[in-house]
């Protein structure tokens, strides 16, 4: 069982191993979000974090922050090798199973493949200054949900089915196809959980009071376990999500 904290948060306690999904999705506000018809189903159904933000713009260190806890100082979406110190290590060195599925990786690696695959919004390539074994192109999580499915799933779309470059149309109609691909799965139904986060909000404030940035975006949790709606109004943040999900797959480091 993995113990993890967020931000500097308390060390959150143990809980029984299952599948953990997560999908990020991009720069959208709760209200713009839950415009998509299948997003606003899931958040009536299951739970939310009503009150969660980012910790940074642009998009690279709230990826960071989702994948390590930490921002490690970087402030923009250049390419930065950092320490192998993220969630991924954490499992490879727990023994437990994990891939990062990334929608438009291509022959051309995790720094190179083409537009609409952005390796901005594929943290792991960073960690180490290398791309691990683990991150694998999208296409493969059809045929590891009717076989040997890890334990931790990473999974990002591309620049279009996110949401940052196309309607929000586009991308609720690929959250019901890749939702519905994943509890179809016997993963799934082996009490599995699936976190969706958006990475911030592009909405700019009216007022020159705030970061933009860290206004409210959206966290919905679904889980075979979850059958009553909820909100949480509960102040939290973008390591909040990485202390979320890291409670549940594998074993205790």
Known sequence: MLTVSGCGGQVAPPAPSRHVFVIVMENKSPE??????????????????????????????NYLALTSG??????????????????????????????????????????????????????????????????????????????NTPLFSWITPDMCHDEHSCNVSVGDDWLRQTVGTITQSKAWTANGVLFIVWDEDTAAPATACCHWWSRRIRVIASATSLTRTTRSWRPSKTCSALAASDRHPGRRL
């Not at 018809?37 to 713009?57: D, E, G, K, M």
């Not at 930490?70 to 954490?90: C, E, F, K, N």
Request: contains cysteine.
């Open 70 to 147: 930490s921002t490690w100082g970087v402030t923009d979406d250049s390419y930065h090798a950092l320490p192998a110190q993220d969630i991924g290590d954490q499992l490879t060195k727990a023994r437990v199973s994990w891939r990062a599925y990334m929608e438009g990786l291509g022959s051309d690696g995790c720094l190179n493949s083409p537009v609409p695959y952005d390796p901005g919004h594929n943290p792991f390539a960073y960690y180490g200054g290398r791309c691990p074994a683990n991150v694998v192109p999208l296409t493969s999580l059809a045929a590891d949900l009717t076989g």
């Open 32 to 61: 713009e979000a839950l415009a998509g018809q299948f997003t606003a189903s899931l958040a009536a159904t299951y739970r939310q974090a009503a009150n969660y933000r980012a910790v940074a713009h642009p998009s690279v260190p």
